[in-house]
């Protein structure tokens, strides 16, 4: 999956690029690129509880992430707004790195949410709490 969100991040990178520096003249197209891998966050911090408590399936205690837990619009936007804040010092306004980091990280929803099979995430929380999918393509390998 890390390939496949590299593509799809890299493409629509290119186009958002091409778009903002017409409309701007500055390209701030990365921050799509690294957006694409932001959902996945969850992993990492599976890996770090493993490391520390040694646990096996990772998390297993109730209330805790799990892989899909930033896998939703609520996600989104928050971590757009942190993206902006944080990109505020480097001269990058807040409006331009909100939509572009809120793009690459729609980008991966888009991408999973077609090639995930049933069940899916739930993509729609906080307004639903369903777990969705496109389901475009096979679910055999």
């Known amino acids: 999956m890390i390939i496949e969100h590299l593509i799809f991040g890299i493409g629509i990178a290119i186009l958002a690029g091409l778009i903002s520096h017409k409309l701007v003249g500055k390209d701030h197209s990365w921050i799509i690129v690294a957006s694409a891998f932001s959902p996945d966050i969850d992993v990492a911090m599976d890996i770090l509880h493993w490391l520390l408590y040694g646990t096996i399936g990772g998390f297993i205690t109730e209330g805790a992430a799990f892989h899909g837990s930033f896998h939703n619009i ?35 929803l888009v991408e999973d949410g077609l090639t995930t099979c049933v069940p899916g995430y739930a993509y729609l929380w906080p307004l639903s709490g369903s777990e969705l999918g496109l389901f475009v393509l096979p679910c055999e390998r």
Do not use: C, M, Q, W
């Not at 944080?86 to 990058?92: G, N, Q, S, T």
């Open 74 to 108: 609520g996600s989104l936007f928050v971590y757009a707004a942190i993206v902006a804040l944080a990109l505020r010092p480097l001269k990058v306004h807040f409006l331009e790195s909100f939509s572009l980091a809120a793009l690459g990280f729609g980008a991966h």
